[in-house]
């Protein structure tokens, strides 16, 4: 678990800092990955003086204050309870702090109603007081920690966890000041709740990692050429399982690459989504740089030991061991240097043939296939096409931090709209050549009825980006994630066809 731990007291030498050290060294104990903020350290101005805090310059803390909130799972706040509330210090670092597109989203400035950005994230407070904790609680109705722990950060989503209310500490004994630093180390001894939930949140942090939302793709693109080059033959299944799996650990070992080689950019992109912007779990810091390391690692070792049972296995296998080369140089040379060609405006090709041309042709080649057939090439090129598209519109959140470090994207060498202009175009394009391969005779049986979904779903796309262009503001500067449901789906047309008439 991922604890930011804030200390809201002016004053380090206080017994709020002793608290907060004390839960701390329990949060630690516990096996958590603890992370300190000391408001009397950071440097900011407390004050909002424009019409909405986003606007305002975010000073170095109080940038370093937003990458560690967004990393965090668990937030634990120490401060005394003055005059009801929370210093206020603590009020300014809040007011600089949640802030609309980071903490809450409104979905429309006429209507009520808010995205709560913060869903999944649990807060604490442990404060001292000089009124008795029960009539704070019961007669005064606690009023600061519930502008805490209700009002502000329940407002984006974080679910409150039971804290510490201690005192008073007017009146206490250096007997019951030591109790209470007991209190706070137990709390952070039980912030993990138990090894096993260690071990779920590891497990789903590699699962994210894995982003498994794009392997079906890949899989997809193999088996139809596995299935093509089988059609009049056996099915030899032992190569087909060989190279897919061989294929998979290297998609894994790409995506680790991703992750741990495009940080910089990951880091500060604001827009991120489910089909963009990195699995975010080192941004998140749920996995280390050495985690991923390891991934990637272990990965490759898995793929290239795949690879070589699947050459073996190969009609070809000098063909196979060619191809093969060319996917390992190519699918790991998205982000990995020294080709990085995502950062040369190569990106988006390389996506598109490696998961249509490449593909294909090893499931092509393992099942006995040739090179110059033309089958494969008919299926492969507009599946290459229609691919295009979903990769050129996923760099549009991107883009703002893609520039940030240099990034050569195509959204950010064209600019968002022409990157735009140039996804619609090629939309139109695939469907155009997967109607003319359906009256072809190599691919005419496996695009047979096409036209009937393929146009429909074409037609609507395109209005999506036409509605996309007219919108005044860039549309680079907000997420797609409705556009890119269609643009993904689109796909589905050039391998889901395919995959029917070739398995029936």
Not at 41 to 50: G, K, Q, S
Request: hydrophobic fraction near 50%; proline fraction near 6%; charged fraction near 15%.
């Amino acid at each position: 678990m991922n604890v930011l731990l804030i200390l809201g007291h002016p004053r380090k030498n206080s017994l709020c800092g002793a608290l907060y050290e004390a839960y701390r060294e329990g949060a630690v104990q516990a096996g958590a990955c603890v992370e300190t903020l000391v408001l009397a350290d950071l440097a900011f101005d407390p004050d909002v003086h424009v019409e909405s805090p986003e606007q305002q310059f975010y000073e170095p803390d109080i940038e370093r204050a937003r990458e560690l909130i967004d990393w965090a799972d668990h937030l634990v706040f120490v401060y005394p309870t003055w005059w009801g509330a929370t210093p206020a210090r603590l009020k300014g670092f809040l007011d600089r702090i949640v802030t609309p597109g980071f903490g809450f989203r409104f979905r429309d400035p006429d209507k009520l109603g808010w995205d709560k950005l913060w869903k999944g994230k649990t807060s604490q407070a442990i404060t001292t007081m000089d009124t008795p904790p029960l009539l704070y609680r019961w007669f005064y109705r606690q009023p600061g920690t519930h502008a805490l722990l209700r009002a502000t950060l329940g407002f984006c989503g974080v679910r409150k966890r039971r804290g510490l209310m201690l005192g008073p500490v007017r009146l206490s004994s250096r007997r019951q000041r030591q109790a209470w630093l007991e209190q706070a180390h137990h709390a952070g001894l039980t912030v993990m709740g138990g090894h096993g939930r260690r071990l779920r949140r590891q497990a789903s942090a590699w699962l994210q990692a894995l982003r498994l939302q794009f392997y079906p793709m890949s899989w997809a693109a193999y088996t139809i050429g596995a299935l093509a080059a089988a059609g009049t033959g056996a099915f030899a299944t032992a190569a087909y399982w060989w190279g897919y799996l061989c294929l998979f650990a290297l998609e894994a070992a790409t995506v680790f690459g991703n992750d741990y080689f495009d940080y910089e950019s990951d880091r500060r992109n604001r827009a991120a989504g489910p089909f963009n912007g990195g699995s975010r779990m080192l941004v998140k810091r749920y996995l280390s740089f050495g985690d991923l390391r390891a991934g990637m690692a272990v990965a490759l070792a898995a793929a290239l030991t795949c690879a070589a049972f699947a050459i073996v296995l190969a009609p070809s296998p000098g063909a196979m061991t060619v191809l093969l080369a060319v996917v390992f140089v190519f699918t790991l040379g998205y982000t990995v240097p020294p080709l990085k060609l995502c950062y040369r405006g190569l990106g988006e090709l390389d996506v598109a043939v490696s998961h249509s041309f490449m593909m294909l042709f090893a499931g092509y080649l393992l099942q006995g296939g040739g090179w110059l057939a033309g089958t494969p090439w008919l299926l492969a090129l507009p599946l290459c096409v229609s691919i295009l598209p979903a990769i050129i519109l996923s760099g549009l959140p991107d883009r703002h931090a893609d520039i940030d470090i240099g990034k050569g994207t195509l959204p950010v060498r064209l600019g968002a709209r022409r990157a735009t202009w140039l996804a619609l175009i090629l939309v139109i394009i695939a469907a155009a050549l997967a109607l003319l391969a359906a009256h072809l005779p190599p691919a005419r049986a496996a695009y047979r009825g096409i036209v009937w979904g393929l146009v429909p779903h074409a037609g609507v796309l395109v209005l999506a980006l036409l509605q996309l262009l007219r919108r005044r503001a860039d549309p680079a500067d907000r997420r797609i994630d409705g556009v890119m449901v269609l643009a993904l789906s689109y796909i589905l047309w050039f391998v889901a066809v395919p995959f029917w008439h070739l398995v029936a």
